[in-house]
């Protein structure tokens, strides 16, 4: 992929030339801007158009779905994004259309005619791309999901191995014995008291509540943070020794033990593990995938676009030529410029010329035009057919 690359989409009529031959229109757009960028055919199909109708609002649902496109794309791209902690190099790496280069695609773009036959109705054709692209979001969304959550859980996971006494998991900590278990009066409490505070808690904690077992506090363990404490106290009154544990900002820590607790808990964290690096190469590939498929679909939108634009705009028959200008975003405006001094014409009183010559548009008749041919006016008009787009 050509990176910071902007494609440009023209459609103009042959009638640009006196000989309305399509070879030499494609000529007349590759010399209105060979100083802005390369100039590429762009194959079209012939589809089957319906009623004025049926085209103006086909045109409006592809607008819809060209904007769905980019969307996924994008989601896409950022899902692979995440997955190769943002190389750029890996990234672009995985950012192929069938398995070509973004920009080599695009130069040699054909209409899918297996997949996407061009003799049936364009409304079929929208209907089939629309539930493509949703296929794909949903799919990698999905998968994506799933990895993040087996990842989250894996994280915890390790930080219950790793973390400090206020976190992690007591199993391999707390030695049974020190605990009053199965007692019917009798609560043993493990409390992670910051090393500052120890002192504090050895002065108050027998005050802290109602039948705080006198002199049952003691160290079970520390770190360079925390220090693990036990203290008994009569079960009544465990709910209140541990509120005001919690006022002090010093934690209650939960402890049951549990036979084998120890080799359970690593069993979990080595399926974890397995389970992500198998979910991550699922996402991978399916991002891949998705990447490929997602902008595959937003092209042949745009193609489709092109084609009811034309009719609406050039009328039958149909004689036109299509090219793609493969440029940058800085030139691509001057690029633009080019196009309209030549071709403003075809824009009838949409666009006239000043007193020093120069090209300027009527928004009145520009509102009037759009109108006719059914669009809304939410874009900028241009006198020819005219996409400019990225794909990142």
Not at 95 to 106: C, E, R, S
Not at 150 to 172: D, W
Not at 255 to 272: R, T
Request: glycine fraction near 6%; include cysteine; charged fraction near 25%.
């Amino acid at each position: 992929m050509s990176k910071g690359a902007t494609y440009l989409l023209v459609s103009l009529p042959t009638s640009i030339m006196p000989s309305n031959h399509a070879e030499e229109a494609l000529a007349a757009l590759q010399a209105t801007v060979t100083n802005e960028g390369t100039t590429h055919a762009f194959a079209i199909p012939q589809f089957k158009i319906g009623t004025l109708d049926a085209l103006v609002q086909q045109a409006d649902d592809l607008a819809k779905l060209e904007s769905a496109c980019e969307a996924v794309v994008g989601k896409v791209g950022d899902t692979l994004k995440n997955l190769l902690d943002g190389d750029e190099g890996k990234v672009q790496q995985q950012k192929t259309i069938n398995d070509k280069p973004v920009d080599q695609y695009l130069r040699k773009f054909q209409w899918n005619k297996v997949k996407y036959r061009a003799d049936k109705p364009i409304a079929d054709l929208i209907d089939s791309l629309q539930k493509e692209i949703a296929g794909i979001d949903n799919d990698v969304k999905a998968k994506y999901n799933q990895y993040n959550q087996t990842k989250t859980s894996l994280v915890a996971s390790q930080r219950r191995q790793t973390g400090n006494l206020s976190t992690k998991s007591l199993v391999s900590v707390v030695n049974p014995r020190q605990l009053i278990q199965s007692s019917e009066y009798l609560d043993t409490h493990l409390i992670a008291v910051p090393k500052a505070n120890v002192k504090e808690f050895y002065k108050s904690y027998e005050s802290m509540a109602p039948m705080v077992v006198p002199r049952s506090a003691s160290e079970i363990a520390s770190d360079d943070e925390f220090t693990l404490l036990s203290v008994v106290t009569f079960k009544k009154h465990s709910a209140e020794f541990l509120h005001h544990c919690r006022e002090k900002r010093w934690t209650p820590r939960d402890f049951k033990y549990k036979e084998g607790g120890k080799e359970a808990e690593a069993k979990e964290v080595d399926k974890l593990q397995s389970d992500e690096r198998k979910l991550w190469g699922e996402a991978l590939r399916l991002g891949r995938t998705g990447y490929s498929e997602s902008a595959m679909i937003w092209i042949h939108v745009l193609a489709l676009r092109v084609f009811v634009e034309t009719v609406l705009r050039y009328g039958l028959p149909l004689d036109f030529v299509s090219g793609l200008v493969q440029t940058t975003s800085k030139l691509a405006k001057k690029a633009k410029q080019n196009l309209d001094s030549n071709y403003s014409y075809l824009g009838g009183n949409a666009f006239g010329r000043d007193s020093k010559g120069r090209i300027k548009k009527d928004d009145q008749a520009t509102s009037n035009d759009m109108q006719a041919t059914g669009h809304l006016g939410d874009q900028e008009y241009s006198a020819y057919v005219y996409y400019e787009f990225e794909i990142v």
